[in-house]
């Protein structure tokens, strides 16, 4: 009986490894199996300012897609140099760019890693500049920027512009209600409104695609900044309240400017 079962063990052993070593095998070779890098007729490359016009000291972003627009999937490398982009001016000289440090090139490091685009998979970076360049390293002047990208190894390249323009902030206190003012776009408009004695509501724009509000600049009551986005016309109202009716039978203000944005 016991020779029975020690041969039935070493059937079972054996018909376990049989079955089991071709599966290691498949998994082996489907690991190894690596795409072929992305071509132009797989994958779209796009580069894209979050905006086409800042106001000098707002940070500019730029958004790199490439997206597989493709039934099959591909390689690509990302790291420090990969995506490789840089950014000139009107005159065309760089002022940013990829393995950038203090204003300027800086020697890139070593580091790569393979990925795989699979079909209809989009890769996105999100690039952060702070409109400096230079050494030392200084804010650039206003003016016209391009923004170029490019996947090293890959027949990728992408590019947008977008324009600088110079603060011409306007500051508006109850003093000014009725005033007319002229902004560029880009261009920002602070209302100053006293709390005591009254309450104010908050400072709306009559026209937002023309003259926009920024709640999140509004640290604290009676202070409203509004940024100015197309050309147009725009009135910015607002209403106070005393806070000691009826005891001293104030009355109600009306607070209201009128904004002309211009191009730039």
């Known amino acids: 009986m016991r ?25 082996s070779v489907a690991s190894s199996a690596t795409p072929a890098d992305c ?10 300012a979050d905006e086409s016009l800042y106001t000098s000291g707002a940070p500019v972003h730029v958004i790199i897609s490439m997206h597989n627009h493709s039934s099959t999937s591909c390689s690509y490398s990302t790291g420090t140099f990969s995506p490789g982009f840089n950014l000139t001016n009107a005159a065309g000289v760089t002022v940013w760019g990829s393995c950038w440090f203090g204003g300027g090139p800086a020697p890139c490091a070593y580091f790569r890693r393979h990925n795989v685009l699979a079909p209809g998979a989009t890769y996105r970076e999100r690039l952060t500049w702070d409109l400096r360049s230079g050494h030392p390293d200084v804010a650039v002047p206003a003016g016209r920027y391009t923004f170029r990208a490019n996947f090293p190894g890959l027949p990728l390249r992408a590019a947008t512009t ?38 104010w ?33 725009a009135r910015v109202t607002a209403v106070g309240n005393p806070s000691c009716y009826p005891q001293c039978l104030m009355a109600s203000r009306q607070f209201v400017v009128t904004v002309s944005v211009v191009a730039p």
């Open 3 to 27: 020779r029975v079962v020690r041969y039935l063990s070493i059937l079972v052993a054996f018909a376990v490894a049989v079955i089991t070593v071709p599966l290691l095998d498949v998994a």
């Open 39 to 48: 071509t132009a007729a797989q994958v779209t490359l796009t580069a894209a």
């Open 162 to 199: 977008f324009v600088l323009t110079k603060a011409h902030n306007v500051t508006a206190t109850l003093a000014n209600s009725g005033y007319r003012y002229a902004l560029g776009v880009g261009d920002r408009l602070t209302v100053r409104l006293a709390s005591t004695p009254l309450v």
């Open 201 to 233: 509501t908050n400072a709306v724009s009559s026209d937002p695609r023309v003259l926009v509000a920024l709640p999140l600049m509004n640290p604290v009551g009676g202070l409203f900044v509004f940024r100015a986005l197309a050309p147009g016309t």
